[in-house]
């Protein structure tokens, strides 16, 4: 495989998902919607459970002092919290998805303009989005992004049900989107130690467990504040490493 193939995969699904919904969408109850949904958040969890796996690569314990690497990865999320809380990432994610809708909606009756926005923004305006395209980059695997492909081509098909071809048309602007955190995965990759990766990857399992929460609708978790952890991650790793 290659760098990208992920987002290829995203793409594919997207416009997939629109494809038949044009076609056969509204047949699609909301009920079976919603079960979708709920395996898919079931399905999360497995995917938080094997980044987590990397808490206990042997890269990662011999590079950092015994007991250390918690610390490390608890203090990514505080620290990332905070600042993520403070410049209110998600809040300026939501309000951008809100005002660019408004715009283009605003601009134009046309069901197919109204698809292609919303659908862009719910695609590519994500925590999912960011995590497994910069996993795709790293080489550290593509499970994230095949389980945000399974989402995004549901999500196209109950939305091209009623939003029609502009749907499947947003899958331009979420590949160009993806690629490019795709290439900064392949930046850090190349720059980056193996326990720096470990710790990242790690502390994406945690964000991952907090984005299975939200689709099973039990806690909406600000996915979006914890961000800034995975910057964090490897830093605080590399300072415990040299320092510790």
Same mark, same amino acid.
């Given at each position: 495989?290659?760098?990208?193939?992920?987002?290829?995969?995203?793409?594919?699904?997207?416009?997939?998902?629109?494809?038949?919904?044009?076609?056969?969408?509204?047949?699609?109850?909301?009920?079976?919607?919603?079960?979708?949904?709920?395996?898919?958040?079931?399905?999360?969890?497995?995917?938080?459970?094997?980044? !987590?796996?990397?808490?206990?690569?042997?890269? #990662?314990?011999?590079?950092?002092?015994?007991?250390?690497?918690?610390?490390?990865?608890?203090?990514? /999320? !505080?620290?990332?919290?905070?600042?993520?809380?403070?410049?209110?990432?998600?809040?300026?994610?939501?309000?951008?998805?809100?005002?660019?809708?408004?715009?283009?909606?605003?601009?134009?009756?046309?069901?197919?303009?109204?698809? $292609?926005?919303?659908?862009?923004?719910?695609?590519?305006?994500?925590?999912?989005?960011?995590?497994?395209?910069?996993?795709?980059?790293?080489?550290?695997?593509?499970?994230?992004?095949?389980?945000?492909?399974?989402?995004?081509?549901?999500?196209?098909?109950? $939305?091209?049900?009623? /939003?029609?071809?502009?749907?499947? #048309?947003?899958?331009?602007?979420?590949?160009?989107?993806?690629?490019?955190?795709?290439?900064?995965?392949?930046?850090?990759?190349?720059?980056?130690?193996?326990?720096?990766?470990?710790?990242?990857?790690?502390?994406?399992?945690?964000? !991952?467990?907090?984005?299975?929460?939200? #689709?099973?609708?039990?806690?909406?978790?600000?996915?979006?504040?914890?961000?800034?952890?995975?910057? /964090?991650?490897?830093?605080?790793?590399?300072?415990?490493?040299?320092?510790?």
């Amino acid at each position: 495989m290659f760098p990208g193939i992920g987002t290829v995969l995203n793409i594919s699904t997207i416009i997939i998902g629109g494809t038949l919904g044009v076609f056969i969408g509204a047949k699609i109850s909301e009920k079976l919607r919603n079960l979708i949904i709920d395996v898919l958040g079931c399905v999360t969890i497995i995917s938080a459970a094997d980044a !987590l796996s990397a808490y206990w690569d042997k890269e #990662l314990t011999n590079a950092i002092p015994r007991g250390w690497v918690i610390i490390v990865i608890i203090f990514s /999320l !505080l620290i990332g919290a905070l600042i993520g809380t403070v410049l209110q990432i998600e809040d300026r994610l939501e309000n951008l998805g809100e005002s660019l809708k408004r715009r283009f909606s605003s601009s134009s009756g046309s069901n197919f303009v109204d698809g $292609f926005v919303s659908a862009s923004l719910i695609f590519a305006i994500g925590p999912l989005a960011i995590l497994g395209s910069i996993s795709d980059g790293m080489g550290t695997g593509i499970d994230q992004l095949v389980l945000k492909s399974t989402l995004d081509g549901f999500t196209s098909l109950a $939305f091209a049900a009623s /939003l029609g071809w502009g749907v499947a #048309l947003s899958s331009l602007p979420v590949g160009i989107y993806q690629f490019i955190w795709t290439a900064i995965g392949l930046f850090l990759g190349s720059i980056l130690a193996g326990y720096q990766v470990a710790a990242m990857t790690a502390v994406g399992g945690v964000l !991952l467990i907090g984005i299975a929460l939200r #689709l099973l609708r039990i806690k909406q978790i600000a996915v979006g504040n914890l961000l800034p952890a995975l910057v /964090l991650a490897p830093l605080l790793a590399l300072a415990a490493h040299q320092f510790i």
